[in-house]
Structures are given as C-alpha cells and as structure tokens.
C-alpha cells in the first residue's frame, strides 16, 4: 500500500540542515494498522508529513521516494511523492498532531465536511443530499449528526477529535494516518477513540498509521509497528514480537523501562539524550547511549536489513538469520 523507498528529509535552517528523516526504507501492507513509536523529536510527526506529501518549506525531500499504490473499487492507483496530494481524502487522508487546533473554530462542522468531499465525488447531489450522507455516516460512528450544525469551540476535546476522524474517514481512503490521535485526551476518551478507530480499520479493511510516543497505545492496537530513534527506524516488525523479544537494544531498554503488571523490579531510564539533528555522530545514532556500542558502531552506519523472517533491525550487532 505505501513504499518507502530510501527516505531522506531534512529542514532547511539558517543552524544547517537539521536530518529528521534518514534514510528510511519499509513497507506498510494493505488491511493493517501500522504503528510508529519513538520518544519526542525523533521525527515521527515528519515521516508522517512525507507520507502525506506535505512537503513544504523548510521540509525538503532530499532522496528517495514514497509511492502510494493499491485498488479501490476495482480501480488501480499509484502515486509517488510529488503527486500523493492529487489522492488526498480519497486514498489517503490524514489527522494531524494537535488536530483539534485544525478546525476551523468559526465555521461550522457541517462547511468543514461539505469543504473537504471534492464536487467530483458528491455524484451530482445537492449539498442537502451530501450532509443527510454525513450524518448516517456519523450516525453509524455513534456520534450525533446534530454536531454538523456546532462551532468546533462547543464540542469537547474528545467529540472534536471524533468528528476529525470521521472527516478523515467518510470518503473511505485505503490509507489513514493518525498522528498521535489520543494524546491531550483523558484515558477513558482515550480509549473510545481507539476503539473507533479500530473499529473503523475493521470495517474498511483499509490501512492505519498511527503515530504515537505511547507503547501502550502500540501494544493495544497495531498489528505490526516501527521503533525510530534520532530520524530512522531501529526496529520493525510485528508488535506482539516486538514487545515479547525486542532485539535492538534501544528498544530493549524502552521495553525494559516500561512498567508491567506485578513487576515489582525498579525501573531505570536510558541514560543520555538523543543527539542533535544538525550534528549526529557518524556511526549509529544510538551508540553514544548503547552500553553494547563498539568502535564499528561509532563509526559505520549500521544497515537497517531484515533479522528474522519480517524483523527487521539497524544494529552491528545482530546478525542476519535471513539470507
Ligand atoms: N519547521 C521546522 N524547522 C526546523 N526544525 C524542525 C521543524 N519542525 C520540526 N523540526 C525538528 O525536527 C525534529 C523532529 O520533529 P518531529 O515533530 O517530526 O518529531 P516527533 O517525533 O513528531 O516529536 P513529538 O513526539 O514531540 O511530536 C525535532 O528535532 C524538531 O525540532
Ligand atoms: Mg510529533
């Protein structure tokens, strides 16, 4: 569904350019909700932008591409970055960081859904038609269609980012994106948007990439997941492996920092910060803070390749099962 191919981007900034996304090669498959994980500035909200095609100053692609290809309604399609922006609400469709801000709080929902369902999909229905087809849809989420008549400012936090969901749902797109869609939200509200959007992926057989600091939230909902540390992926592969038998060791000491159901064990954190996007060290990202980092790892970039059959890990250290 969307191939990442050899992913570089980098802000232009008057420092230098800070290297947010490096070189970052995976695939998300059709029918699967992909997670992507990793602590604040890693380059999640970035990846996601290019993803997306939002590539705008001062982002800048600096090689490699994404393409977005798949079916829908029996129909082919493919985009590469460039073009992804031409499939927007219909292929693909995204949910930003803070995207309760995005609303427009002086324009009332039902101008927000009406703007953003291009003429050529409302099939020669007059507005009337269009919005009675928005409020089954919101009907069918659960949400009352008496939301379309409101201001964003009368909803709370949790009914804004329902709603935002259901713009970014309603055209069924194969791909949504969801950029850490529970964040700023109090744990039951949490869990209701989760499950809808669980829900959702459930009933669309459709992709969801969902963005989120939270292991939690990776844990519970996504199929298969990314580790990134400092702009690129340490780790991938499915969540479940991934939580019972981390083998990068960043994400051995992120699994280990998390606190479990009857471990009574003291948790400690990883010591150090993540490096500075303007200067990163030479070797792997990681080496100044891994307790296993030799000289190879501060000087050679380790390759991000396959470990096991669908594991995949950047780390000198492992070597590959997979030939
Ligand atoms: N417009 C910009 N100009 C320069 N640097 C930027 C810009 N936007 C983001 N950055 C830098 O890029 C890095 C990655 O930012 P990004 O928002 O992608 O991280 P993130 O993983 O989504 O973080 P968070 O978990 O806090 O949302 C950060 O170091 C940030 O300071
Ligand atoms: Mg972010």
């Given at each position: 569904m969307l191939k990442i191919d050899h992913l570089s981007a980098s802000y232009k900034t008057i420092d230098g350019n800070?290297?947010?996304?490096?070189?970052?090669?995976?695939?998300?498959?059709?029918?699967?909700?992909?997670?992507i994980a990793g602590e604040s500035g890693c380059g999640k909200s970035t990846?996601?932008?290019?993803?997306?095609?939002?590539?705008?100053?001062?982002?800048?692609?600096?090689?490699?591409?994404?393409?977005?290809?798949?079916?829908?309604?029996?129909?082919?399609?493919?985009?590469?970055?460039?073009?992804?922006?031409?499939?927007?609400?219909?292929?693909?469709?995204y949910v930003p960081q803070?995207?309760?801000?995005?609303?427009?709080?002086?324009?009332?929902?039902?101008?927000?859904?009406?703007?953003?369902?291009?003429?050529?999909?409302?099939?020669?229905?007059?507005?009337?038609?269009?919005?009675?087809?928005?409020?089954?849809?919101?009907?069918?989420?659960?949400?009352?269609?008496?939301?379309?008549?409101?201001?964003?400012?009368?909803?709370?936090?949790?009914?804004?980012?329902?709603?935002?969901?259901?713009?970014?749902?309603?055209?069924?797109p194969n791909v949504v994106l969801a950029d850490e869609p529970t964040t700023a939200l109090d744990v039951v509200v949490q869990r209701g948007i989760l499950m809808m959007l669980m829900r959702l992926q459930r009933q669309f057989k459709n992709t969801l990439v969902l963005v989120?600091?939270?292991?939690?939230?990776?844990?519970?909902?996504?199929n298969r997941m990314g580790i990134?540390?400092?702009?690129?992926?340490?780790?991938?592969g499915k969540t479940e492996d991934i939580f019972n038998d981390?083998?990068?060791?960043?994400?051995?000491?992120?699994?280990?920092?998390?606190?479990?159901?009857?471990?009574?064990?003291?948790?400690v954190g990883i010591p150090g910060r993540p490096p500075a996007l303007t200067n990163p060290p030479?070797?792997?990202?990681?080496?100044?803070r891994c307790p296993k980092a030799t000289d190879k790892c501060r000087s050679v970039v380790p390759e991000f390749c396959e470990i096991k059959p669908g594991r995949y890990a950047a780390c000198h250290l492992l070597k590959p099962e997979v030939k």
């Open positions: 800070v290297h947010v996304v490096k070189d970052v090669n995976f695939e998300i498959y059709d029918n699967e909700i992909f997670g990846l996601l932008k290019t993803l997306y095609d939002i590539i705008e100053f001062p982002l800048e692609i600096d090689s490699g591409k994404v393409v977005l290809s798949g079916e829908k309604n029996g129909k082919p399609f493919s985009y590469e970055s460039g073009e992804i922006r031409k499939s927007w609400w219909n292929h693909i469709s803070a995207a309760q801000s995005v609303l427009n709080p002086i324009v009332r929902l039902k101008s927000q859904f009406l703007d953003s369902i291009p003429k050529e999909d409302r099939h020669n229905e007059t507005e009337q038609q269009t919005l009675q087809r928005v409020a089954k849809y919101l009907e069918e989420l659960g949400l009352s269609p008496d939301i379309l008549d409101a201001f964003p400012f009368q909803l709370s936090g949790g009914m804004r980012q329902r709603a935002i969901i259901a713009l970014a749902t309603f055209m069924s989120s600091h939270d292991m939690g939230v990776h844990y519970q909902i996504t990134m540390y400092s702009g690129s992926f340490v780790e991938l981390p083998i990068h060791p960043y994400t051995q000491m992120l699994i280990g920092a998390l606190p479990r159901v009857g471990d009574k064990s003291q948790k030479p070797g792997c990202r990681f080496a100044p």
